[in-house]
């Protein structure tokens, strides 16, 4: 069993680090609905590079690199519709792009049936079913993030404290920037272990949860990955025990786990 469940044990650990660590800025930067978002724009996106990877007669590995690739391009145009944000509301052009993404998703898995995915892996995940490829993408992703946060952390979180006061001495659009691309390449990063829908609740429960009881920034840049990485771990587990759906069980271990921390303040 442990054999079994090796690859997936890393993914959750690799995975639950990074949405925790970039969690702390989607939830400090206000970005949270940017991020439900982008979920949902992402979609589209995994099932063309799956059906590429098939037209392509690609082995599983070739379909989880594709499926990668495609979902992190789509995010481009589909992000651009924030900037159309100063004809409405920030909150209305994340609205139209969650649903059309979704929308676009559902469509082009209908259209492109049969695919060698299912449709049930782009929402909700197959941590199960992992492999080094999709590992690789998320260890590389968390060593990137940690270099970025390494020597920039303090900066970060000061423009999402008070960006109008930093743009005084730093480049308010460049920070915005690195803020948005690391959710966004996080987000894509989490397809395998929770899918589409589900993986706002690994990116924000964490950080969510923590705001209030962690007294500094600091300690809740420490606190937030590993929250982030038991509470993959308790759904992997319980899933795997009763034999249920792991990127929900994932999910619903946030929503609790998200309860549990606010009851401590």
């Keep these: 069993m442990l054999d ?3 690859l997936p ?16 800025f989607a939830v400090l930067n206000k970005q949270v609905f940017f991020a439900e ?8 996106g995994a099932v063309l590079g799956v059906v590429v ?3 392509l007669g690609l082995n599983f590995a070739g379909i ?6 495609g979902a992190l391009l789509m995010c481009i145009p589909i992000g651009a519709l924030f900037g159309l944000s100063k004809f409405g509301t920030p909150s209305a052009a994340a609205g139209i792009v969650l649903t059309s993404g979704f929308a ?10 049969p695919l060698p995915v299912k449709v049930e892996s782009f929402l909700v995940g197959s941590v199960l079913n992992v492999d080094w490829v999709d590992i690789g993408i998320s260890l590389g992703l968390l060593a990137v993030t940690l270099f970025i946060l390494w020597g920039g952390w303090r900066k970060l979180v000061f423009f999402a404290f008070d960006p109008e006061a930093f743009g005084v001495s730093h480049n308010r659009r460049f920070a915005q920037g690195i803020i948005s691309a690391l959710i966004v390449a996080t987000l894509v990063a989490l397809i395998p272990a929770v899918g589409t829908i589900l993986s706002i609740a690994l990116l924000v429960a964490p950080a969510a949860g923590l705001v209030g009881v962690c007294s500094t920034t600091r300690t809740l840049l420490i606190a937030a ?3 982030g990485v038991a509470m993959g771990l308790v759904g992997l587990g319980v899933g795997v025990w009763a034999d249920l759906s792991v990127g929900g069980c994932i999910g619903v271990s946030a929503g609790v786990g998200y309860l549990m921390l606010k009851m401590l303040r």
């Design 9 to 24: 044990i890393i993914e959750v650990i690799a995975v639950g680090m990074l949405a925790g660590l970039v969690g702390v």
């Design 64 to 69: 989880s690199a594709l499926l990668f690739l």
């Design 53 to 55: 990877a098939a037209a």
């Design 37 to 44: 978002a982008i979920t949902h724009a992402t979609f589209p």
């Design 225 to 227: 990955p590993l929250v």
């Design 4 to 6: 079994i469940l090796l």
């Design 104 to 113: 676009l998703g559902y469509f082009l898995n209908k259209f492109f049936a």
